[in-house]
């Protein structure tokens, strides 16, 4: 069975986001480390080369694939920030559109600029997503 690609790293969070070009990517993915850790009480780590996460679960398909990945985290792409683990908990939809501007992804949110989104809706989201996905729900 193959192995997943993006696993834990031991690179620097912090010295990832310094090489960040776009200063409102980086700007933005500061908030973002310090939000995420402050409101999930996790240390943030390197997920492949590009994502930062707060917190792992365990998932376990049918198929008998089964791996780790991060609770919550985001990435820092060339247009937007790309927010992981926040639309699996139960209540998330009546609360995005009390978040701001965003568009969804597949599996993420994609925010161009934290200064056009509500902090405090954030927040709670990133709350929700965390504490859905570190309890068993998936395994």
């Not at 850790?37 to 198929?63: D, K, L, N, P, Q």
């Not at 926040?86 to 009390?98: C, I, Q, R, S, Y």
Request: net charge negative; aromatic share 8%.
């Amino acid at each position: 069975m193959a192995e997943l690609l993006t696993q834990p790293t031991d690179q620097d969070p912090r010295s990832f986001i310094d090489t960040i070009a776009h200063p409102t990517r980086r700007a933005d993915a500061l908030v973002l480390l310090d939000l995420m850790g402050r409101v999930t009480g996790e240390r943030a780590v390197m997920w492949g080369s590009s994502m930062i996460g707060f917190g792992r679960y365990h998932y376990r398909y049918a198929s008998g694939h089964e791996g780790d990945a991060l609770s919550v985290g985001f990435s820092p792409r060339s247009t937007a920030q790309a927010l992981y683990g926040l639309l699996a908990a139960p209540g998330v939809e009546e609360l995005l559109p009390h978040l701001g501007k965003h568009r969804r992804g597949a599996g993420c949110l994609y925010v161009t600029s934290l200064a056009a989104v509500d902090l405090a809706v954030l927040e709670d989201l990133v709350r929700r997503g965390h504490g859905f996905m570190t309890t068993e729900n998936f395994s």
